[in-house]
């Protein structure tokens, strides 16, 4: 398995434009979510899906857009890009229903808004 | 409201000493999960170890221990004998078991280990 993976690794845009994010799992994992990472904050919830069809806002969600067509993708969707976007985004999945809680995480997107 | 402090911002020891990282929480829920992860320097995130709220039983992997004492809401973490790979930012993170499973994360430790 390769577990979750995201595209791409690193990215630069300026004020405005959109790009999206992608996120993969092969695990099978109903939920997935997206945090983003700013320094001294820790990380905070974006958007989370609990399976295929269903998306609910997490903490941060202003700027930002889910789908969730299938089990295995999650992209995030950046519309217009801010300056405050500028953040390290992680994906991440869960089995729903499993006894153990572990989300696993994906090796993070570096985005920065100029 | 949810909340995970970790007061510690950064913390440095010479190799082979121990050092506890200081978790503290806030939940109004009966039931949760407490997990740690590590951040080594290359990005990724790891997962250490979860815990739940019925167990306070303490634990230990190697040379790393947990602390979980829910009288003073705190989750702390061991490393005995400390390595230069244990050089890491270290997070601590609160789950409630509602469906978002949404995790509640301090804002780190950075743990430096100086040879």
């Known amino acids: 398995n390769a577990g979750v993976t995201q595209t791409p690794k690193f990215q630069v845009l300026k004020t405005g434009q959109s790009m999206t994010l992608q996120c993969a799992q092969d695990?099978?994992?109903?939920?997935m979510s997206w945090y983003r990472q700013d320094p001294g904050m820790g990380l905070r919830l974006i958007h989370y899906?609990?399976?295929?069809?269903?998306?609910d806002q997490g903490e941060v969600p202003n700027g930002y857009n889910v789908s969730r067509s299938t089990t295995e993708d999650f992209p995030l969707r950046l519309l217009s890009a801010a300056p405050s976007q500028t953040s390290v985004y992680f994906c991440?999945?869960?089995?729903?229903?499993?006894?153990?809680?572990?989300?696993?995480f994906g090796p993070g997107t570096r985005l920065t808004v100029l | 409201a949810q909340k995970v402090t970790q007061a510690q911002t950064e913390i440095s020891v010479v190799e082979k000493e121990d050092v506890t990282l200081d978790c503290v929480y806030e939940?109004?829920?009966?039931?949760?999960?407490l997990f740690w992860y590590k951040q080594p320097p290359s990005g990724e995130l790891v997962f250490l170890i979860r815990r739940n709220s019925f167990d306070e039983q303490n634990e230990i992997s190697g040379r790393y221990s947990w602390n979980f004492q829910k009288s003073t809401s705190s989750f702390n973490f061991t490393i005995t004998a400390s390595q230069v790979v244990d050089s890491a930012v270290y997070f601590c993170?609160?789950?409630?078991?509602?469906?978002?499973?949404?995790?509640?994360f301090g804002s780190g430790t950075r743990l430096l280990v100086r040879p």
């Open positions: 695990m099978n994992h109903e939920y």
């Open positions: 991440a999945s869960r089995l729903e229903g499993g006894s153990n809680n572990e989300q696993f």
């Open positions: 993170a609160l789950s409630g078991m509602d469906s978002s499973y949404k995790l509640i």
């Open positions: 939940t109004r829920d009966t039931t949760y999960y």
């Open positions: 899906s609990v399976g295929a069809g269903i998306t």
